[in-house]
């Protein structure tokens, strides 16, 4: 038993008693001879053409039941009727029926029906021969004509109007024919011959049927197996015999005669269990039949190899585990150990192969191979290749693992008896191992990708035409190969259709197949007989084109996985399994990959190596669907590619590479957070100061001498004979974009294939144009679409005088020379068409349907014609839009990702895109630059959280920015509607639209007119007050010096604090309308925190740094003016909150200038404790000052602190010459610190201190305590380092002006509240003071005063004149009115605050100060019936130009801390104030809500004129003439409209309810219509200044109109109007979500919808593969586009299971006021119920809660979902109240687990559970651990858990425990809405 090289040759050499068969096997040799079968018989004819007899099919002995069979075909030929064989897959009823031939020596016709088959070619076909078109016959009619059998396999693949041409042909033997000609029945024929002559017949093209013309139909029953069902006419015409598989018993001896080696037992178990499983039984439970025919191919496995597992051998006829779900798993197991056929110790496994060399002798074409198994080594024969056998030298780009070794032995074995099939996911490795297989016996390989629509035709031969314009068949790879005996690979026959792969049925089992031109492939030794029986050369059987296929000829086919579970893509059914051996490809184990890694790629860094696997492993390993996607992406082929780069790059980081692979930049944000925490647990992690190194690389590219160096990489330049094909094109550099180019730069070195992934208008193309550009590279550009088919792809058939000319695509082009192939959407074409790119990227091999062929290397070439060598210059760059809504593409990156090495174009970063818009817009101011930059960024970051739904893109921006550069004058705000007017008409997403463009202060939707400056009040006319004199030094007692001594300060430290980063959400405050507001945005404060200090630096306005203290708990707020982030430093450890005293810190700040930029000095006034903080890198000093003030202050006991406390101050008037003074109350020391020579000098003075202002460097004014009389201090500017240094202190008096009659004016002397450090510019004071005069002066304020100037102090020593503008009221004698109760200043008992929040500006004039609401008058700024806004104070802004006060609000903060008296002890009113630069305010509320202000007139006219450019005003342009659609008609009194019965849709009219667009009736925008009345249809808008046309009157009684109809809808559904305005509080909080999940569902509809092309059509367009066709005249050479049938026995679209398991235990009642958790789930409840109104088809949902009495309270049915809102809200009102009233207790676990196992019971596509709980597990004692399992119990069901707040951090512990992106925390409850809407749409995407 040498292995035949006949698949089933011997399948039936069964011995049967002899005497039963006698009769069959005396096969009579001469003609007019009987066979009798049984008691049947036939008499013989001798054949006309005997080489269309079967041969070979008769085994010496048939089994009885194939006796009985043949026997039953006898009688019914005798009878004249047609046959139909029916039964199960197999080839059994095929070699019956040739077998009967055989027997009875007729000639056959056969033909494989598929799905492509048409009528032509069962009855003519046109062909063209010399210019004229004339008809062949085809099959039925030859068979008929020539009294042939007709053999037609397969009836429930055609399509269903195809046989019906056979009907009468069947019935009465007739048939008319296209060419005239009329078949007609012999005794017909014979009667009219008796009348007629033979002549005159033929005249009328009559034509006679022979009598011995029959027809065989095979095929299988229907309703059990897939395909059409027989049309009834047709069925009527056949007699039935069904042919099960052989008995039980005569299938036992059969095997019993092959596998002589085996135990006669193991041969019964086996058979037991083949029959078992395709029982019934079986079939019920879903299992598909076992392949019994192969059966015998597994017995001479096993006969070679006694000793191996039998289960294994199964494992290859029915891979159980690759196709059936988890029951159907168990179920097969049962049986092995029913059968006990399950593995045992001593069953073994082929190890490897150790030897293969060829067989000597007369068998040409055989390998003896030898494999090891367990301890012994087997020998055994194959069929070999026509090339040399390759010894076992380790080819260069195979390495061999243990597991491989393995599967090629078991290919071995395979190999022997039948054609194999390699299952394995993506870029696993099959097609390298076929490869290797192949190239071990010697086999030249002919790879063919497999396509969706490929046809019956493309697999076999395809019509050309001859150079004379004669139409002929070219035979197709598949069958040169079977005549060469070549290995076929037939790529992804997953994807083809199954009825396609009926053709190559009787090619794989019989080694037969008779192709389109007649043209019949023999099995060798089958063609060895005809030869030798009828004594014919080969040269004569090739003229009656009869050709042997090639004995070594095998297929080895490559496939995917079939999708468990999955009804689409079950493609491995019972009738595939009859055709091969399966054999399973899995991903290598972690130590094989790292061994291939490593022998691949030698230098790789093992580390990085490592860390790799271990994340792919992990991912591959989980049973997590999305984890299982992620891996999918991390293919071996993935990894080579990326430890390719490593070892090329070793710098680079892991983490972007992975990120890379998997693109996770477009991946779900579930999925995105899965992979990031897999990376994370893997140790791979991005630095943080990546993002900074690569900002500091240079990224310029330049070129010289010949080599482009673009960042780090450089390449020389490509000579290119073609310039006119190098693209040239408009390119801006920026620094992104040469990142993404340097990253291209380096694959395209490797010499990969490069595929770019980005949203639209990323800049993709410019991109490439541009690489290509500098790299001097010519491109074909091919840009898909739809309709491109694979023909379309490579060649474009056209016909040129009757001749068919082939027109190369830029792809074949591209190949050929060298070029660069652009490829442009290609996620746009189906991916069944551009999977034809894997063969060429793959294996570098590719069939043109013209018969070219292109290979990779040249030593494939040898001489063969019509061969392409690919260019070693040809690359491909693909581009694709992203994967997913809203582009809803084809996924060509899951599909063919792993071939190209990805990149992800994204929009540039801000600085990237600021620096080309600058390009693109030169004139353009650069701030409207940088608020487009910044409100795109936004709008983009909210497109990738889903909110909305569009992408804006770069290419917006540069188009708004060419406009603005193009016509200056038009206003941002119009400019950019060109962009947004898109979504004008969705709400939603126009008020987000809105809001982001305002809060960057683009002013959309503004009108110039709206400016809101606060209110002017004139100013008080100055008045001269008198003198300030200073003391004459020549009077001796009156000159006081100060001595002064100098040390060194003692540093501690320095202890490095933490400094975190937190957002900054800017707002611009200009947007809709005009105010002094510039910015605000918010601090992360406590609630009980309060702000104690706010001060600026002095730079450049762009530069400043903003500082704020707050002093419970002390900590520091820093952040750039005009950053987007700010800093944070906790200095709690140093100022503890003390318990039992009333300490209450308070510390100011003082930032330090150049050379210390970036330091600050802290001080605390009451322990006088000065800090220096390094604000870049955190870094603390402790300065301490006095060494007398070692001692900590002696705290004074808690009872005896009534005295008032005296506190320490600091001076920071030039701490931006880093040198600060610092003096205590009422002392009389000031301490001078010099921070850059570390020294202190102390300055001891005469008088007691009350304050201290710095009004020069070298003058100082004092004012003493208790008599508030004023000092100068003058001293030199430098002080001397030995402190010799002696200051002079100079009284000051004040002496009043005279007012005539000698009276002079007493006022009492009071203390400036703040001092300018500089004078009045001399304009600025002229128009102060009203006269023209050039002097030193100096501005203050005080209590009493709006402003003071003293002219000539402090530089001149005569008398100073003092000029003043006063107050009506002195300030601090006001008290706050009781009845105001948000001004706190009431309750302050003794001493003035801390902050007096006064400051003059001094280049605008003014002196602005904040007042409590009480200080202002504001009955002269707000009229009678306005009542004042809440506000934390007022700027009271003095204009001494002007002459004006003004006061101007400034809003109050969202929160104030409690702590209202120690509040009372800093500031008067609720903020603080600081300069900013020459002209602005900051101000700080208690809140935390910093706001940039803007007061100086000049500014602030400069800034509104900007504002109104912005917007673009129309004025003083004559009006142009618009034409508006005015529908002319005036508005009369609205109605509710008539309603259609028919309800279709209306617009305009005036006259139906619910139309849309009309006028004056109820309907979605119309005209003056009452209400919104949806029917149903799209809306058609009026334009808005339409709307507002409309008269009050009418839209009073519109009003009116639609609360009426509100009323009445409610009383329809008996809902009160309290029920509604409930309902609306939740329904109205989701409305977003629910409209974008909306239009979300509606868009995959829309997709599930998409039409595909109907061929072989009579009308339509032309289709390419028939234009042959059409030159011959055939009619159905049209394709068109329509609803494709769905796939016969393809199951029903069933509805995906939605069920939303909520939490309304009490815990949800009790802490909802905390963070309101159960109205959040109420909203999440009232969400899922809205959205999916009217989807329940395609989505059944239900919710269940789970509380403390049970686990599952139905709340939604799935069978009764609520239909309006009182339904909704009765639900929510259920779920209230249910929490409101339960019993205590957790019943997550069980109601998340009852879920899961419930809603899988139930028929559906996919099955969602979402838990909505709040992490309150631990309480109950539940582990986490236990939870994670309970979500991942069930494989098919996508569970996901939503946590809603949690004390403290037990969410986020929980959350670390679960499976990646399965779980989420919604600590502030709004998000949860956000977040099912991005589980909905990553699940519902990957599955539509």
């Known amino acids: 038993m040498a292995a035949l090289p006949l698949p089933t040759g011997q399948s039936r050499r069964v011995r049967v008693g002899a005497a039963k068969a006698a009769a069959c096997l005396s096969v009579p040799a001469a003609c007019g001879d009987t066979v009798t079968i049984g008691d049947v018989s036939f008499k013989l004819k001798t054949p006309k053409n005997p080489e269309l007899v079967p041969q070979n099919y008769m085994t010496e002995s048939l089994a009885q039941s194939v006796v009985h069979h043949l026997r039953w075909i006898m009688q019914k030929d005798l009878l004249g009727q047609d046959v139909f064989l029916i039964g199960p897959p197999g080839p059994l009823r095929r070699s019956i029926a040739m077998q009967y031939l055989e027997l009875t020596k007729r000639e056959v016709e056969y033909i494989a029906l598929s799905r492509d088959t048409t009528e032509t070619d069962l009855k003519q076909r046109r062909e063209i021969r010399d210019g004229s078109a004339f008809y062949l016959d085809q099959c039925a009619v030859r068979a008929a004509t020539e009294g042939r059998i007709l053999v037609l396999e397969g009836l429930e693949k055609a399509e269903r109007n195809v046989l019906p041409v056979l009907n009468n042909l069947l019935e009465n033997r007739e048939m008319q024919l296209e060419d005239g000609r009329f078949l007609m029945s012999a005794d017909r024929?014979?009667?009219?011959?008796?009348?007629?002559?033979?002549?005159?017949?033929?005249?009328?093209?009559?034509?006679?049927?022979?009598?011995?013309?029959?027809?065989?139909?095979?095929?299988?029953?229907?309703?059990?197996?897939?395909?059409?069902?027989?049309?009834?006419?047709?069925?009527?015409?056949?007699?039935?015999?069904?042919?099960?598989?052989?008995?039980?018993?005569?299938?036992?001896?059969?095997?019993?005669?092959?596998?002589?080696?085996?135990?006669?037992?193991?041969?019964?178990?086996?058979?037991?269990?083949?029959?078992?499983?395709?029982?019934?039984?079986?079939?019920?439970?879903?299992?598909?039949?076992?392949?019994?025919?192969?059966?015998?191919?597994?017995?001479?496995?096993?006969?070679?190899?006694?000793?191996?597992?039998?289960?294994?051998?199964?494992?290859?006829?029915?891979?159980?585990?690759?196709?059936l779900g988890k029951e159907g798993r168990t179920a097969v197991k049962d049986m092995l150990k029913r059968f006990e056929l399950q593995d045992s110790e001593k069953h073994l496994f082929p190890r490897k192969i150790t030897r293969v060399e060829s067989v000597h002798g007369n068998k040409p074409f055989k390998a003896d191979v030898t494999v090891q198994i367990g301890e012994k080594e087997v020998t055994f024969q194959v069929p070999a290749g026509t090339g040399m056998l390759k010894n076992h030298s380790r080819s260069d780009t195979f390495i061999r693992t243990s597991s491989h070794n393995q599967l090629l032995a078991e290919m071995m074995q395979s190999h022997m008896v039948k054609d194999m099939c390699l299952i394995g996911g993506k870029g696993c490795g099959k097609t390298v191992i076929a490869k290797e297989f192949a190239d071990i016996l010697g086999y030249s390989i002919e790879?063919?990708?497999?396509?969706?629509?490929?046809?019956?035709?493309?697999?076999?031969?395809?019509?050309?035409?001859?150079?004379?314009?004669?139409?002929?068949?070219?035979?197709?790879?598949?069958?040169?190969?079977?005549?060469?005996?070549?290995?076929?690979?037939?790529?992804?026959?997953?994807?083809?259709?199954?009825?396609?792969?009926?053709?190559?049925?009787?090619?794989?089992?019989?080694?037969?197949?008779?192709?389109?031109?007649?043209?019949?492939?023999?099995?060798?030794?089958?063609?060895?007989?005809?030869?030798?029986?009828?004594?014919?050369?080969?040269?004569?059987?090739?003229?009656?084109?009869?050709?042997?296929?090639?004995?070594?000829?095998?297929i080895v086919v490559l496939a995917e996985p079939p999708v468990i579970g999955s009804t689409t893509q079950q493609w491995l059914g019972p009738e595939f399994l009859t055709l091969f051996l399966f054999h399973n490809v899995r991903s290598l184990s972690k130590s094989e990959e790292i061994e291939v890694i490593k022998q691949m790629i030698p230098n790789v860094p093992s580390a990085a190596v490592e860390k790799l696997l271990s994340v792919t492993h992990k991912l591959r390993e989980t049973n997590d669907a999305t984890a299982q996607s992620l891996a999918s992406f991390l293919s071996t082929r993935q990894l080579l590619r990326i430890c390719r780069r490593l070892s090329q790059h070793p710098d680079e980081s892991l983490y972007d590479a992975v990120n890379k692979a998997c693109l996770s930049r477009f991946l779900p944000n579930l999925a995105r957070s899965a992979l990031h925490k897999n990376l994370q647990d893997s140790g791979i992690e991005t630095s943080p100061n990546d993002p900074e190194k690569l900002e500091g690389k240079d990224y310029t590219c330049e070129i010289s001498n010949g080599i482009l160096k673009i960042g780090s990489v450089t390449m020389p330049i490509?000579?290119?004979?073609?310039?006119?094909?190098?693209?040239?094109?408009?390119?801006?550099?920026?620094?992104?974009?040469m990142m993404v180019m340097e990253d291209m730069l380096k694959d395209f070195l490797l010499g990969e294939h490069l595929l770019l992934v980005g949203n639209q208008g990323v800049g993709k193309n410019k991109v490439v144009d541009r690489f290509l550009h500098l790299l001097n590279r010519p491109r074909e550009y091919l840009q898909l679409h739809r309709d491109t088919t694979v023909q379309s792809l490579t060649l474009q058939p056209s016909v040129k005088d009757g001749l068919i000319i082939y027109e190369d695509s830029p792809l074949v082009k591209a190949v050929r020379l060298g070029h660069i192939?652009?490829?442009?959407?290609?996620?746009?074409?189906?991916?069944?068409?551009?999977?034809?790119?894997?063969?060429?990227?793959?294996?570098?091999?590719?069939?043109?349907?013209?018969?070219?062929?292109?290979?990779?290397?040249?030593?494939?070439?040898?001489?063969?014609?019509?061969?392409?060598?690919?260019?070693?210059?040809?690359?491909?760059?693909?581009?694709?839009?992203?994967?997913?809504?809203?582009?809803?593409?084809?996924?060509?990156?899951?599909?063919?990702?792993?071939?190209?090495?990805?990149?992800?174009?994204?929009?540039?970063?801000?600085?990237?895109?600021?620096?080309?818009?600058?390009?693109?817009?030169?004139?353009?101011?650069?701030?409207?630059?940088?608020?487009?930059?910044?409100?795109?960024?936004?709008?983009?970051?909210?497109?990738?959280?889903?909110?909305?739904?569009?992408?804006?893109?770069?290419?917006?921006?540069?188009?708004?920015?060419?406009?603005?550069?193009?016509?200056?004058?038009?206003?941002?705000?119009?400019?950019?509607?060109?962009?947004?007017?898109?979504?004008?008409?969705?709400?939603?997403?126009?008020?987000?639209?809105?809001?982001?463009?305002?809060?960057?202060?683009?002013?959309?939707?503004?009108?110039?007119?709206?400016?809101?400056?606060?209110?002017?009040?004139?100013?008080?006319?100055?008045?001269?007050?008198?003198?300030?004199?200073?003391?004459?030094?020549?009077?001796?007692?009156?000159?006081?010096?100060?001595?002064?001594?100098?040390?060194?300060?003692?540093?501690?430290?320095?202890?490095?604090?933490?400094?975190?980063?937190?957002?900054?959400?800017?707002?611009?405050?200009?947007?809709?309308?005009?105010?002094?507001?510039?910015?605000?945005?918010?601090?992360?404060?406590?609630?009980?925190?309060?702000?104690?200090?706010?001060?600026?630096?002095?730079?450049?306005?762009?530069?400043?740094?903003?500082?704020?203290?707050?002093?419970?708990?002390?900590?520091?707020?820093?952040?750039?003016?005009?950053?987007?982030?700010?800093?944070?430093?906790?200095?709690?450890?140093?100022?503890?909150?003390?318990?039992?005293?009333?300490?209450?810190?308070?510390?100011?700040a003082a930032p330090l200038g150049n050379p210390l930029k970036g330091q600050v000095v802290l001080h605390e006034e009451e322990s006088n404790v000065v800090l220096l903080l390094d604000t870049s890198n955190g870094a603390l000093r402790r300065l301490l000052l006095s060494p007398d003030a070692q001692g900590s202050p002696k705290r004074t006991s808690w009872w005896n602190n009534k005295e008032e406390k005296s506190n320490y101050k600091m001076c920071r008037e030039f701490s931006h010459k880093n040198w600060l003074v610092f003096y205590k109350e009422t002392g009389n020391?000031?301490?001078?610190?010099?921070?850059?020579?570390?020294?202190?000098?102390?300055?001891?003075?005469?008088?007691?201190?009350?304050?201290?202002?710095?009004?020069?460097?070298?003058?100082?004014?004092?004012?003493?305590?208790?008599?508030?009389?004023?000092?100068?201090?003058?001293?030199?500017?430098?002080?001397?380092?030995?402190?010799?240094?002696?200051?002079?202190?100079?009284?000051?008096?004040?002496?009043?002006?005279?007012?005539?009659?000698?009276?002079?004016?007493?006022?009492?002397?009071?203390?400036?509240?703040?001092?300018?450090?500089?004078?009045l510019s001399s304009e600025n004071l002229s128009a102060a003071v009203g006269q023209k005069i050039s002097s030193p002066n100096r501005i203050f304020s005080d209590e009493h005063n709006y402003a003071t100037v003293v002219i000539g102090f402090p530089d001149l020593l005569s008398p100073s004149e003092v000029y003043s503008w006063k107050r009506n009221s002195s300030l601090s004698h006001k008290r706050a009115s009781p009845s105001d109760p948000l001004y706190y200043g009431a309750q302050r008992k003794t001493g003035t605050a801390k902050q007096t929040n006064c400051v003059t500006l001094l280049a605008s004039n003014q002196i602005v100060r904040i007042l409590a609401p009480g200080d202002v008058p504001l009955k002269d700024i707000y009229p009678k019936d306005v009542t004042p806004p809440p506000a934390a104070g007022y700027l009271e802004v003095t204009d001494l130009n002007s002459k004006k006060i003004k006061y101007i609000p400034i809003p109050g903060s969202k929160s104030l801390s409690p702590y209202t008296s120690w509040l009372s002890t800093i500031s008067d009113a609720d903020a603080l104030l600081a300069p900013l630069g020459k002209v602005g305010l900051v101000t700080v509320d208690m809140g935390g809500g910093v706001r940039l202000w803007e007061t100086g007139l000049d500014s602030l006219q400069q800034s509104l004129q900007d504002w109104r450019n912005m917007i673009g005003q129309e004025d003083g342009r004559p009006v142009q003439i618009t034409i508006q659609r005015e529908s002319g008609l005036d508005v009369s009194s609205p109605k509710h409209g008539k309603v259609d019965p028919a309800n279709m849709p209306?617009?305009?009219?005036?006259?139906?309810?619910?139309?849309?667009?009309?006028?004056?009736?109820?309907?979605?925008?119309?005209?003056?219509?009452?209400?919104?009345?949806?029917?149903?249809?799209?809306?058609?808008?009026?334009?808005?200044?339409?709307?507002?046309?409309?008269?009050?009157?009418?839209?009073?009684?519109?009003r009116e109109m639609a609360e009426k109809a509100f009323k009445q809808r409610l009383k329809e559904i008996q809902m009160s109007e309290y029920d509604a305005s409930t309902y609306e509080r939740f329904s109205g909080a989701v409305r977003r979500q629910v409209q974008s999940l909306r239009i979300i569902l509606d868009n995959l509809q829309a997709k599930g919808k998409e039409r595909q092309w109907l061929r072989h059509q009579a009308v339509g367009e032309l289709d390419d593969a028939k234009i042959i066709d059409g030159l011959t005249g055939e009619k159905a050479i049209y394709k068109r586009r329509g609803e494709l049938e769905p796939q016969p026995g393809s199951p029903q679209q069933k509805p995906k299971r939605l069920r939303l398991v909520v939490d309304v235990s009490g815990s949800m009642y009790r802490f909802n006021g905390v963070d309101g958790r159960l109205e959040r789930s109420m909203e999440a409840v009232c969400m899922v119920m809205e959205a999916f109104e009217n989807y329940e088809h395609k989505f059944k949902y239900d919710i269940v809660g789970h509380s403390g009495d049970g686990f599952n309270i139905a709340l939604v049915g799935s069978d009764k979902v609520p239909k309006n809102n009182k339904q909704r809200l009765e639900i929510l009102k259920t779920m209230h109240a249910h929490a409101q009233f339960c019993m205590s207790g957790d019943h997550t676990l069980e109601g998340t687990e009852h879920a899961i196992r419930e809603i899988a019971k139930e028929e559906a596509d996919e099955y969602f559970v979402i838990v909505l709980s709040d992490a309150n597990l631990e309480r109950y004692g539940i582990p986490p651990a236990r939870f994670a399992q309970v979500l991942t119990t069930n494989a098919q069901v996508n569970a996901f858990a939503i946590f809603i707040g949690s004390l403290g951090d037990q969410a986020d512990r929980l959350q670390r425990t679960l499976p990646a992106g399965r779980s989420f925390i919604a600590m502030d409850t709004k998000e949860i809405p956000q977040i099912l809407q991005q589980i909905f749409t990553s699940t519902l995407l990957s599955s539509a």
């Open 189 to 323: 024929y014979d009667k009219l011959l008796q009348e007629h002559t033979k002549s005159e017949l033929d005249a009328w093209k009559i034509v006679r049927v022979s009598e011995d013309f029959r027809v065989i139909a095979l095929g299988l029953p229907v309703p059990k197996y897939s395909g059409n069902p027989l049309d009834p006419p047709l069925r009527s015409r056949f007699q039935a015999r069904d042919v099960y598989h052989l008995p039980f018993k005569d299938h036992l001896q059969l095997l019993y005669s092959i596998g002589t080696n085996i135990s006669t037992e193991r041969i019964s178990q086996l058979l037991s269990f083949a029959t078992t499983l395709c029982s019934q039984e079986s079939s019920t439970l879903g299992l598909p039949d076992f392949p019994l025919d192969s059966l015998s191919a597994a017995v001479q496995i096993l006969d070679s190899f006694p000793m191996m597992s039998v289960q294994h051998v199964i494992d290859r006829l029915y891979p159980y585990h690759l196709f």
């Open 1546 to 1598: 209306h617009v305009g009219g005036n006259m139906w309810a619910g139309g849309t667009g009309g006028r004056d009736t109820a309907g979605l925008g119309g005209k003056g219509g009452p209400y919104r009345l949806d029917a149903g249809h799209r809306v058609y808008q009026v334009s808005q200044a339409e709307k507002d046309a409309v008269p009050e009157e009418v839209k009073r009684a519109a």
């Open 718 to 737: 490509y000579n290119s004979a073609e310039k006119m094909k190098v693209p040239d094109v408009l390119f801006y550099e920026n620094a992104q974009h």
């Open 821 to 1148: 192939l652009v490829i442009d959407e290609a996620d746009k074409a189906p991916t069944n068409v551009t999977c034809i790119l894997k063969t060429l990227v793959e294996s570098g091999e590719m069939v043109l349907s013209d018969g070219r062929r292109i290979v990779a290397n040249h030593a494939h070439v040898e001489g063969r014609e019509n061969v392409i060598v690919i260019h070693p210059d040809f690359r491909m760059i693909v581009l694709a839009n992203r994967p997913g809504f809203p582009f809803l593409g084809n996924d060509f990156f899951g599909t063919l990702g792993d071939i190209f090495s990805c990149h992800a174009v994204d929009n540039p970063k801000p600085q990237s895109e600021l620096a080309m818009l600058k390009q693109y817009g030169p004139d353009v101011p650069e701030a409207i630059l940088q608020k487009l930059v910044a409100a795109f960024g936004e709008l983009r970051s909210l497109a990738d959280q889903g909110t909305i739904n569009y992408p804006y893109s770069t290419r917006e921006v540069v188009n708004i920015v060419k406009h603005l550069q193009k016509f200056p004058s038009e206003g941002l705000a119009n400019v950019v509607r060109n962009v947004f007017d898109f979504d004008s008409y969705n709400n939603e997403v126009r008020e987000i639209l809105y809001k982001t463009l305002h809060k960057y202060g683009i002013p959309i939707g503004a009108k110039p007119t709206n400016v809101q400056l606060a209110k002017e009040l004139p100013l008080p006319d100055h008045k001269f007050m008198g003198y300030w004199k200073v003391d004459q030094p020549g009077n001796a007692k009156k000159k006081m010096l100060c001595p002064s001594e100098t040390q060194k300060i003692e540093v501690k430290g320095p202890v490095y604090l933490n400094i975190q980063g937190f957002p900054l959400e800017r707002h611009e405050a200009r947007s809709i309308s005009f105010t002094e507001e510039l910015a605000f945005w918010t601090l992360p404060l406590d609630e009980i925190n309060l702000v104690c200090d706010v001060t600026v630096t002095k730079e450049e306005e762009h530069k400043n740094i903003l500082y704020v203290t707050t002093c419970n708990p002390v900590s520091l707020y820093f952040m750039n003016i005009s950053g987007k982030t700010g800093y944070f430093v906790d200095l709690y450890d140093l100022f503890p909150r003390t318990v039992g005293s009333v300490w209450q810190p308070f510390v100011t």
């Open 447 to 554: 790879p063919i990708m497999l396509y969706q629509d490929m046809t019956a035709r493309d697999l076999l031969q395809q019509r050309y035409t001859l150079p004379n314009g004669d139409t002929a068949w070219r035979p197709s790879p598949l069958v040169t190969a079977a005549l060469e005996g070549k290995l076929v690979l037939l790529d992804g026959i997953h994807r083809i259709n199954p009825g396609t792969l009926a053709v190559l049925q009787r090619l794989i089992h019989d080694r037969e197949l008779t192709l389109y031109d007649g043209t019949r492939l023999l099995r060798e030794d089958r063609y060895q007989n005809v030869k030798e029986e009828l004594q014919l050369s080969d040269e004569k059987l090739q003229e009656r084109s009869i050709f042997p296929i090639h004995p070594s000829f095998r």
């Open 1229 to 1319: 020391q000031l301490i001078v610190l010099d921070v850059l020579e570390g020294q202190t000098h102390t300055i001891s003075l005469p008088i007691s201190l009350k304050s201290v202002f710095l009004v020069a460097e070298d003058r100082w004014l004092l004012v003493e305590n208790e008599t508030n009389k004023k000092f100068l201090l003058t001293k030199h500017a430098h002080m001397e380092a030995q402190g010799s240094e002696v200051c002079q202190l100079h009284a000051l008096n004040e002496e009043p002006a005279d007012m005539g009659f000698g009276l002079t004016t007493v006022s009492e002397l009071c203390v400036p509240h703040a001092v300018s450090t500089d004078q």
